[in-house]
C-alpha cells in the first residue's frame, strides 16, 4: 500500500456504471487516447449522451501539468468512444477546459459552439476559440490581453 496512491498514468476515458440497489460498480476504458479534461452536452447527462469532447495530453506530459496541442470530439457507442474530429492547436499552445454551450434549447446534441481556453506560450497570453461544436471548425478568437492563471475546474449539475 502507498499512501500517495499508484503512481502517475496516462489518462483515458472509462465508464464507470453504479448500481445502488445492488451496492456495485463496474468500470470499462471507452478509448485509448491520452485525454483530459471531458465535456459534454449538458442537456443530454440524464438521458445518456453520445457526444463528447476531449484535450488530448500532449506527449510526454506530467499529470497535473496542461494537457493538449488538440481538441478532440467522440462519439459514444456503447462501450466504445471514437475520435470523429480534430483540431490541433499548433505548437507552443495548450487547452484548458472546454464549454459547450448549445445552439437552441431544441437543438440536437452536440449542435453549438465549444469554448476553449487557449494558452500561447510564446506571447504569454490566453484566448478563448470559439469552434463548431461538431466539426470543431474554428469560428473566433477572443485575444484576452493577459494570460489567465491555471483554475480549478468543473461542472454545475441541475438540482
Do not use: C, K, N, Y
Request: charged content about 25%; glycine content about 10%; aromatic content about 6%.
Amino acid at each position: 500500500f502507498d499512501p500517495a496512491g499508484p503512481p502517475p498514468a496516462a489518462p483515458r476515458l472509462w465508464r464507470w456504471v453504479l448500481d445502488h440497489r445492488a451496492g456495485t460498480v463496474r468500470e470499462h476504458p471507452l478509448a485509448e487516447e491520452s485525454v483530459e479534461l471531458p465535456a459534454t452536452d449538458g442537456r443530454f447527462r440524464e438521458a445518456g449522451h453520445r457526444v463528447l469532447w476531449t484535450v488530448e495530453q500532449r506527449p510526454g506530459a506530467v499529470p497535473g501539468q496542461p494537457a493538449g496541442p488538440a481538441l478532440l470530439r467522440h462519439r459514444l457507442d456503447g462501450d466504445h468512444a471514437e475520435v470523429v474530429a480534430r483540431h490541433e492547436l499548433g505548437t507552443d499552445r495548450l487547452a484548458g477546459e472546454p464549454v459547450f454551450v448549445p445552439s437552441g434549447p431544441s437543438a440536437v446534441e452536440g449542435e453549438g459552439w465549444l469554448l476553449v481556453p487557449v494558452d500561447d506560450d510564446l506571447a504569454d497570453r490566453t484566448e478563448i476559440l470559439v469552434l463548431d461544436a461538431m466539426s470543431l471548425a474554428p469560428l473566433a478568437a477572443v485575444l484576452l490581453p493577459v494570460r489567465l492563471p491555471a483554475g480549478l475546474h468543473g461542472d454545475w449539475l441541475a438540482r
